[in-house]
Nanobody, 120 residues
Framework: QVQLVESGGGLVQAGGSLRLSCVASGLTFRSFVMGWFRQAPGKEREFVAA????????YYADSVQGRFTISRDNAKNTVYLQMNSLKPEDTAVYYCAADRKVNMANYAYWGRGTQVTVSS
């Protein structure tokens, strides 16, 4: 059974930083592209970032480019999202996702999410 468990969310002031983690189990981690998505209240879920199987390629939404960094540690079955210069509009539930192909929407497996709240 595949499980993705996010952690690291919380309340932070604008301009601050958070690092999200997602630990995967039940799959061959290095064979999966990992992504981060977010959903704010009243809005649709949106792509944030993705990283290729080996970590050699990364992809970002325009809204987070230059502020967020996605990385992975295949030895620990973990993907990270370092979020810097946070803005109130970054407030959302952040979800980790896994899929065999690089894409920005359709992922096979999803975590339950972690709340990130940025105060102004």
């Amino acid at each position: 059974q595949v499980q993705l468990v996010e952690s690291g969310g919380g309340l932070v002031q604008a301009g601050g930083s958070l690092r999200l983690s997602c630990v995967a189990s039940g799959l061959t981690f290095r064979s999966f592209v990992m992504g981060w998505f977010r959903q704010a209240p009243g809005k649709e879920r949106e792509f944030v970032a993705a990283i290729s199987w080996s970590g050699g390629r990364t992809y970002y939404a325009d809204s987070v480019q230059g502020r967020f960094t996605i990385s992975r540690d295949n030895a620990k079955n973990t993907v990270y999202l370092q979020m810097n210069s946070l803005k109130p509009e970054d407030t959302a539930v952040y979800y980790c996702a896994a899929d065999r192909k690089v894409n920005m929407a359709n992922y096979a497996y999803w975590g339950r999410g972690t709340q990130v709240t940025v105060s102004s």
